[in-house]
């Protein structure tokens, strides 16, 4: 495993004050050779030019967040980093690395959560390179490594949770997010460690029951809102109507036998639990007609 290793070039701008200088100085000398027809000097001096031209080629520039990996005849030889203009030796390659910060949505996977249930879901990668050498050499291309793992990744976190929470704690997709996220961001830097690359941030984007289930899932969902809703009413319902026959008691407002109080709490029931406006009775009767 190589690890990264930062490299200080030359001034570029000396290099090429230098080369231009001996470029001028082997003009003017390989001239007078000619002139002379002295055979030596001009092959010394047409020698100095060949070698001056071939370190031109050694001048490059890094920019701002980018880097360079240095490579001479196949041996890694170290990664520029600090911006500017350098120059390095001439018959290396130097491939060039992005250090920004770059993000990456994952196209809508069909997969099966934890219950079986199929859904859609997708995710955002905010990633950047913190290990050139790594990144370079320990895989083909870390642009598709990421894309490739992140999303095998989400596909592994998808069957590990349900969609939706059935007890109350239960980490699930939907209601846990930043739990998700937190754990989707692990599993991603997991995979992506041995590239030299760093998961800053990893959140689902899309969540969706599949459509040939989210109609009867819909359907769900709204039952378990009406049977919750349902619950709150009555209990309320049963605190109420139990305050209403305390207070009638403790105030002697009127005396009921176990019959009327039944009969009561039903009507009061009827009235607190419907889901329409009650419709008032007079009685004119008496208390048991």
């Known amino acids: 495993m190589l690890l990264e290793k930062q490299i200080r070039g030359y001034s570029g ?3 090429l004050f230098v080369m231009v200088g001996v470029l001028i100085l082997g003009v003017v000398m390989a001239a007078s050779a000619i002139r002379a ?11 100095i030019l060949a070698i001056d031209a071939v370190c031109f080629f050694g001048v490059t520039a890094v920019y701002p967040n980018q880097a360079r990996v240095v490579v ?3 041996k890694y030889w170290g990664s520029l980093k600090d911006q500017g203009f350098w120059w390095v030796h001439p018959l290396t390659t130097r491939r060039r690395v992005s250090l920004r910060i770059r ?22 990668v ?33 069957t590990t949770y349900p969609y939706d929470a059935h007890q109350e704690g239960q980490t699930s997709l939907r209601s846990s997010a930043l739990e998700i996220a937190h754990r989707l961001r692990q599993e991603i830097q997991e995979r992506l460690a041995k590239a030299g690359l760093e998961v800053i941030e990893a959140r689902i984007s899309h969540l969706a029951y599949a459509p040939e289930i989210a109609s009867a899932m819909l359907r769900r969902q709204q039952a378990s809102a009406i ?3 349902r ?4 209990e309320g319902a049963v605190g109420m109507v ?7 008691s403790a105030k002697r407002v009127v005396e009921l036998d176990e019959e009327r109080k039944a009969a009561m709490v039903s009507n009061l029931l009827v009235v607190l639990c419907s889901d329409r406006d009650a419709q008032p009775v007079v009685n004119t009767g008496t208390l048991y007609q």
């Open 231 to 234: 619950q709150k009413i009555v």
């Open 13 to 15: 701008w000396f290099m």
């Open 37 to 47: 027809e002295s055979t030596w000097q001009i092959i010394a001096w047409f020698t």
């Open 72 to 74: 001479l005849f196949g």
């Open 103 to 124: 993000n990456f949505e994952s196209s809508k996977l069909k997969v099966n959560d934890h219950d079986g249930n199929p859904i859609e879901i997708a995710a955002v």
């Open 242 to 248: 139990e305050m209403a026959l305390e207070q009638l």
């Open 126 to 158: 905010v990633w950047r390179v913190v290990d050139t050498a790594e990144a370079v050499f320990n895989v083909d291309d870390y642009e598709h490594f990421v894309h490739v793992q992140s999303e095998a990744a989400v596909r592994n976190l998808a």
């Open 227 to 229: 049977i919750a809703a």
